[in-house]
């Protein structure tokens, strides 16, 4: 049993305690967390309204997916006090760990948050914040509790600053339907729509500060004088919605993947007429570096790396490394696509799945430790999503698809800022939407809307 520790923290000052949580698989061991009534300090609303707020937050508070909850029935009756004090001794026969209060002032057209975190067997205020903004946004500020809770317990940023982007066409259309990039909060809110081209816009990808995505799109551009419709790759500014073309070679022009420094991203193209891993600038200012035929893979049977016959490269989604100096990805050159991993710097790759029919589209995640790629263990079989390190080891299935009579696909998985969460695409209920899950496989939460399918998921960085 792999344990963290959690330290809670009060602004401005060091750890005080430390408790023990277990992350993984059916051993996690959770805090329990109590909320009290969320009280009307005055100006407007009602009960409705102070319903609506305690409902975000425990709807936060689970997808953080470390807490057991008091009952709402005992955390009320316990929430007598008033202002910053709390009577630490009528919690503990509770068992709880944690105590959050809140109160919620409505004035004009503004509405703020006064909450209070409390460490019970600490006895101690981990921290009071208030929270203001306009009264159409109270989800937000409590996506901003919700994210200093987070913080505050495990250092962990960003699952609820962070945005999704996805692939989405609207199911009324049935005939050759136009997909459109998407972009949505973490919980589904908020969803945007960056482009309405009526055009096919796919492999949304996030440019590293944020700011800036990138995505294929197949339009009518002049190549050699010819005016001709291919994949495009452009960049997209989500302030300013301003375009450019990156790169527009015959072929594939699509999988964009950009490092974490931003000095240059892997793409894959097909212009030699085999699909091949290159590098890129962000601005498209330099011709596209060959990668794929410049690796050399390093076997476990022979001593001296092996030069790839480049009529035999079938190389695509590539996943960048947190420390920036390997990339994973996905590749058909011993035969079925496999993952392998690249070191930038020797440009030696190796090879870490063995099994399975098509292994696709590899995620590594922020902290390093994991990759997620979906694999399809048959021919005519469905694809789920599996978990393995990046020694090769540790090989594990995280969602199960191929139950009863219809096979689901769990595809394209997508790591969230926090290492825990990560989104997917599925079709379980019939057309393909976008969900998040947890890599202990705990919570599961569909964030695409009715009446699209979805596809493609790419989570962005905290912001």
């Known amino acids: 049993m792999r344990l963290l520790t959690f ?3 009060l602004i401005g000052t060091l750890c005080q305690g430390e408790i023990y949580l277990s992350v ?3 051993g996690v061991r959770r805090a329990k ?19 609506r707020i305690r409902s975000q937050i425990m709807s936060d508070l689970e997808f953080i997916n470390l807490f057991e909850f008091i009952p709402d029935s005992a955390a009320i009756a316990a929430d007598k006090e008033s202002g910053s004090d709390i009577d630490y001794t009528k919690w503990s026969p509770l068992g709880a760990t944690f105590v959050l209060r809140v109160g919620y002032r409505l004035e004009a057209d503004r509405v703020s948050l006064e909450a209070q975190f409390f460490d019970i067997p600490g006895q101690k205020r981990i ?9 159409n ?8 509790l919700s994210e200093n809770i987070l913080k505050a317990l495990t250092g962990e940023k960003g699952l609820f600053k962070s945005r999704i982007l996805m692939v989405c066409h609207d199911l009324s259309q049935r005939r050759s339907p136009a997909k459109e990039i998407y972009i949505a909060d973490s919980d589904g809110n908020n969803l945007l729509a960056l482009t309405a081209d009526k055009t096919l816009s796919l492999s949304p990808a996030w440019m590293n500060d944020g700011s800036n995505i990138s995505y294929t799109q197949f339009e009518f551009l002049i190549s050699r004088g010819v005016r001709k419709r291919g994949a495009v790759l452009k960049k997209h500014n989500l302030a300013t919605g301003a375009r450019s073309v990156l790169y527009f070679k015959d072929g594939m022009n699509s999988g964009a993947a950009w490092s974490e420094n931003g000095n240059r991203g892997v793409v894959t193209m097909s212009f030699t007429g085999k699909p091949e891993l290159y590098f890129i600038s962000p601005n498209g200012s330099s011709e596209p570096e060959p990668l794929s035929r410049n690796l050399q893979l390093k076997s476990m049977t022979q001593s001296a790396p092996q030069t790839v016959n480049p009529n035999l490269l079938f190389e695509v989604e590539a996943s960048w490394s947190p420390n920036g100096r390997e990339l994973v990805f996905s590749s058909a050159r011993s035969g079925s696509p496999m993952i392998y991993i690249a ?3 020797s440009n030696l790759t190796r090879q870490i799945t063995f099994a ?5 589209t590899p995620a590594w995640s922020p902290k390093g430790d994991k990759i997620l790629f979906a694999a399809q263990r048959a021919p005519n079989g469905n694809f789920d999503i599996y978990s393995i390190e990046p020694s090769g080891n540790n090989l594990s299935r995280i969602t199960v698809g191929d139950q009863g009579r219809r096979r689901i696909n769990h595809e394209n998985p997508s790591w ?16 393909y939407a976008i969900y998040v899950l947890t890599d202990d496989g705990a919570l599961k939460r569909r964030i695409s809307p009715e009446g699209k399918e979805c596809k493609s998921p790419k989570w962005g960085p905290a912001e």
Request: a negative charge; charged letters at 15%; aromatic letters at 8%.
């Open 127 to 135: 921290f009071g914040q208030t929270y203001q903004s306009g009264s």
């Open 343 to 345: 070191d930038l710097n």
């Open 416 to 431: 969230g800022p926090t290492g825990r969460h990560f989104a997917i695409a599925s079709n379980e209920t019939g057309n």
């Open 7 to 9: 330290c809670f923290l």
């Open 33 to 51: 967390i109590a909320v009290g009534e969320i009280k009307n300090l005055g100006g407007g609303g009602d009960t409705g309204h102070a319903s």
């Open 137 to 144: 946004n109270t989800t937000r500020i409590i996506h901003e």
């Open 24 to 26: 993984t698989g059916a």
């Open 356 to 360: 399975g029919k098509y292994n696709a």
